[in-house]
């Protein structure tokens, strides 16, 4: 473990205005609690990420204030969307405008329940050198692009964008990270993650409303 912390990342996440995110996901949840669904799974993703030996510290790019404090509260350093000209924008802005060109920059998405630190810290280690991502279960997404430093993150976030990473010249990695590999979108995929085991507080929330819920640890 001690190989994989040598190089310390800045790692930059997006989070919409909770009233608006996660729209395939309605239905999971009473439609109440879907916001409270969508921010336990950013916390879930936040704790995962600050816990992993490899990354220095954690910048979250967002203009909702409950999703601000949040995050806050947890250790991560929060920006505004200040772009407010979409994803890709916004993932630009925090990685090569506040974090900075001169560090290794790693972006993800809010929507990891089931991330673990050793596998964020064995993607990061794969990424070296260079650009490099990492797509869903699904072989589509991206949930990760890394990025050395001196190099714009270039974000091709969207539709495809496994293959419009790949197409712009980064390099895909294969590794087995199944907590890394499935953000959810849909009630299927949360069922998913459920069964890797989701982090305490999506578990939380899910037992609040009455289910039986798998839990993990942040280690």
Not at 116 to 142: E, N
Not at 182 to 188: F, L, M, Y
Request: aromatic share 2%; glycine share 10%; proline share 7%.
């Amino acid at each position: 473990m001690a190989d994989l912390a040598m190089v310390a990342w800045t790692a930059v996440m997006p989070v919409k205005r909770l009233g608006a995110a996660k729209s395939r996901l309605r239905g999971a949840v009473p439609p109440a609690r879907h916001a409270d669904l969508a921010l336990a799974m950013v916390r879930d993703t936040v704790s995962a990420v600050l816990a992993a030996s490899s990354v220095a510290g954690l910048l979250v790019v967002t203009d909702d204030p409950e999703a601000a404090a949040a995050v806050a509260a947890l250790g991560a350093r929060v920006v505004p969307d200040r772009p407010a000209a979409g994803l890709n924008d916004a993932l630009r802005y925090g990685a090569d405008e506040v974090a900075g060109l001169g560090g290794h920059r790693v972006v993800l998405a809010g929507d990891l329940p089931a991330l673990r630190p050793g596998q964020l810290d064995a993607a990061l280690h794969a990424a070296r050198p260079g650009r490099a991502f990492v797509a869903d279960a699904a072989g589509t997404g991206t949930v990760l692009l890394a990025v050395a430093p001196g190099e714009p993150l270039d974000p091709r976030f969207g539709i495809g964008s496994a293959a419009a990473h790949e197409a712009s010249g980064a390099r895909p990695l294969a590794g087995d990270w199944p907590g890394l590999r499935h953000d959810v979108d849909t009630p299927a995929d949360l069922a998913t993650v459920l069964r890797l085991g989701a982090g305490e507080h999506t578990c939380a929330l899910l037992r609040d409303l009455g289910l039986q819920v798998a839990c993990v640890s942040a280690a």
